[in-house]
């Protein structure tokens, strides 16, 4: 869930081999590991951007605009290499697995609201204000909600779960089997994940609730479903409390 304040088996696809499979030489970052880390890192790059220019002394208000901007890039990113992404091509996830997704992502939807503590938090977030003069702006709220369940989801799945954590069980991550991945390959992601954002105790509980979800149903819709969920929720539960800064 990346705002800045942004687990039934099925069968194994194809194209997702064992981990035992032969090995094959693959340079260190593939054309396919730039595919899932190109959006993700312009993601970044636009939070690191805003940060800068808050710095330099734009008001913060002033730099909403850039998020329509942010997500509007990601998208184009996602949209030129759609054809790459290969764990994006099964069929959406049978009735019961997205049943347990809806629920998971409705869980750390509540966790990550509660887990706020002051030891709990890394450094401080601004959040996401969509008011001007006192009054909400809705189209600015429709494109952060929309943003952050419709984008957001694809974009870092792929590159925490998808990408990440196989890539650092095996460079050839493609042929990963994500149900297989050992106990290194699922911990890295789950705890970048987690520092990713200012509330790392709810990060990495997401984290970890969205890579079991993966290595379960071997299908990335699950964990993107549940963190659609999640996301789209927390963004109608701040505009409906005014807690901004969870944005």
């Keep these: 869930m990346t705002e800045n304040n942004e687990p039934h088996v099925v069968s194994q696809p194809p194209a997702a081999l064992s981990v035992d499979a032969p090995a094959v030489d693959v340079p260190f970052l593939s054309r396919a590991a730039w595919a899932r880390i190109l959006p993700f890192g312009t993601y970044i790059f636009f939070i690191v951007l805003g940060d800068m220019l808050e710095r330099a002394g734009f008001a913060r208000a002033e ?34 697995q997205a049943l347990l997704a809806v629920a998971v992502g409705v869980l750390v939807l509540v966790l990550w609201i509660n887990l706020d503590k002051p030891w709990m938090v890394v450094g401080s977030s601004p959040g996401y204000d969509p008011r001007t003069a006192g009054e909400i702006d809705w189209l600015l709220v429709t494109i952060r909600i929309a943003g952050a369940a419709l984008v ?87 505009v409906a409390t005014g807690s901004w800064a969870f944005w």
């Design 152 to 238: 957001v989801p694809v974009m870092e799945e792929l590159f925490w779960r998808a990408f990440l954590m196989r890539w650092v069980e095996a460079a050839d991550f493609e042929r990963v089997d994500p149900a297989r991945v050992g106990l290194k390959a699922f911990l890295v992601p789950v705890v970048l994940f987690g520092f990713e954002h200012n509330l790392w105790l709810a990060g990495i509980v997401a984290g970890v609730a969205y890579s079991l979800l993966y290595m379960r149903h071997r299908n990335l819709w699950s964990p993107v479903l549940a963190h659609a969920v999640t996301n789209g929720l927390l963004g109608i539960w701040v």
């Design 63 to 96: 730099l909403r605009w850039l998020y329509p901007v942010q997500i509007g890039a990601v998208a184009i990113l996602l949209a030129v290499f759609w054809k790459q992404y290969t764990e994006l091509r099964r069929p959406f996830v049978p009735l019961a």
